[in-house]
């Protein structure tokens, strides 16, 4: 089983529509969490952080669910420009320094 | 403005040889980081540092090396040790190591491709 799990998707849907994806972790030692965006043949770049309280960002909304060991991405109004992969990171400590493990990814199709 | 710049863009390189590719930042991040990316995988950590002349095995370093002669560049080099070398290189930064809030700034890649 890998440590950070998603599902690839992809997840097709219209223009407007609202999408949450959900990335679950194995290792309750876990201290922080983030969400990338990463577009076809780009660099992943950091879309929010992802904070015990929840958070949100706009038409973005994170949220962290330590007793379960997941974490999810709700994106309200949804528009053609997020069209991407989404990827989880966890940072955890490892032997004294601290591991960012990276999902595979969700990948989001909005649709016309 | 800051940033981190890889070079080059695109890679090819022929079998059993080694070839360099650039990572340099003006962030003044003390961390840097070199991940590789295959199609339907995660990101998976090569190398890493922390300071200055010092840097750690990531998690796939065989058939690689790095050096950190300076905080601003962490060069990467791919050697003829590297079976399957084909992949996305990703280099990224961080101002602190150890503090977990803070995320990645990646550079924007280089696509290494044996020919």
């Given at each position: 089983r890998k440590?950070?799990?998603?599902d690839p998707g992809p997840f097709?849907?219209?223009?407007?529509?609202t999408v949450a994806f959900n990335c679950t972790y194995s290792n309750s030692a876990s201290q922080s969490f983030f969400w990338y965006r990463q577009d076809c043949r780009k660099e992943p770049k950091l879309l929010m952080s992802v904070y015990s309280s929840g958070n949100e960002d706009g038409r973005f909304t994170a949220q962290l669910n330590?007793?379960?060991?997941?974490i999810s991405l709700l994106i309200r109004d949804s528009k053609l420009s997020d069209s991407a992969t989404y990827l989880c990171v966890v940072n955890r400590e490892n032997s004294g320094t601290y591991k960012y493990i990276f999902g595979t990814g969700t990948r989001l199709k909005v649709l016309a | 403005d800051g940033g981190i710049t890889q070079s080059p863009k695109y890679l090819f390189r022929k079998e059993g040889q080694n070839v360099t590719l650039s990572c340099e930042q003006n962030l003044n991040h003390d961390a840097m980081y070199w991940y590789r990316q295959d199609p339907g995988q995660g990101l998976r950590l090569i190398y890493?540092?922390?300071i200055?002349?010092?840097?750690?095995?990531?998690?796939?370093?065989?058939?690689?090396?790095?050096s950190r002669e300076k905080k601003e560049s962490f060069p990467l080099t791919v050697t003829s040790a590297?079976?399957?070398?084909?992949?996305?290189?990703?280099?990224?930064?961080?101002?602190?190591?150890?503090?977990?809030?803070?995320?990645?700034t990646f550079g924007s890649g280089?696509?290494?491709t044996v020919v």
């Open positions: 440590e950070v799990e998603q097709n849907v219209p223009e407007g529509a330590r007793a379960s060991q997941y | 890493y540092s922390q200055v002349n010092d840097f750690q095995k990531g998690d796939i370093a065989e058939g690689y090396s790095v590297q079976k399957n070398p084909t992949a996305f290189y990703l280099c990224a930064s961080n101002t602190v190591w150890d503090e977990s809030n803070y995320g990645y280089t696509r290494l």
